[in-house]
């Protein structure tokens, strides 16, 4: 069988331990998780040879209880969305078993995720056409992904936003817009007026297909910032 041999950094050396046959291999590079956020550090790989399948190295392992990480307890409304995610190897804890359910999360941290629900393609980029994305960071490939496909726009013309927090109304309608609905439905919330034109057709169509709910007070909070689990129930949710 073909062996791998985990890598850190970006070093460019690659060491494999061949068996004493011929094989043809196909080896995917895939990016982790490090001190935080949904993307950014080192890398782990999986292999393909003629006699095994694909083994990717494990990302985390599940606890006596399910979890994939010790402190999604009182997210318990989430905690399957995050588990499965995690599981497919598209969100990563902050460290130390942890995942930090009621964090913010940032814009380029969701889409990372967005990208790997989505499947989308991803790809080194040399050039970017939003200023504050620095094509050697972590996050460009997925922001020009995400970009490219429609799904998630900049700020302007030239800026992303990154370091940013997202709000629920963008999470809402970068998952309407990737869901490619066409449709539209009447907003139920209390506070219908404070959600933002570009926003009220996602949030509306969203909620009416269950995807997305409110607050126990009948409010979207619209301008709330997103957490991470609410960002992984909403994906998992809308099944992209």
Do not use: H
């Amino acid at each position: 069988m073909l062996g791998y041999t985990t890598l850190s950094g970006d070093s460019g050396n690659y060491e494999f331990t061949m068996p004493g046959e011929a094989v043809t291999i196909r080896v995917t590079f895939i990016r982790t998780t490090s001190s935080g956020g949904a993307g950014g550090g080192g890398w782990y790989t999986t292999y393909t040879d003629d006699s095994s399948g694909a083994t990717p190295a494990p990302v985390a392992t599940p606890d006596a209880n399910g979890n994939m990480f010790s402190d999604i307890d009182d997210v318990e409304w989430a905690a399957e969305a995050i588990n499965a995610l995690a599981e497919r190897g598209i969100i990563n804890g902050t460290g130390g078993g942890l995942f930090e359910p009621n964090n913010y999360i940032t814009r380029e941290e969701f889409a990372k995720i967005a990208v790997g629900c989505l499947d989308i393609d991803v790809y080194t980029v040399s050039t970017i056409k939003f200023a504050d994305v620095d094509t050697d960071e972590w996050y460009a490939p997925y922001v020009a992904a995400i970009n490219n496909a429609g799904y998630m726009l900049g700020y302007s013309d030239t800026e992303f936003g990154v370091g940013q927090y997202i709000t629920r109304e963008e999470i809402a309608t970068i998952v309407y817009r990737a869901l490619r609905l066409n449709e539209t439905a009447e907003l139920t919330f209390s506070d219908a007026d404070m959600i933002s034109d570009y926003a009220k057709t996602p949030v509306a169509v969203l909620a009416g297909r269950g995807v997305i709910s409110g607050y126990p007070d009948g409010e979207f909070k619209p301008q709330d910032l997103a957490t991470r689990a609410e960002a992984a129930k909403l994906l998992y949710t809308a099944g992209i």
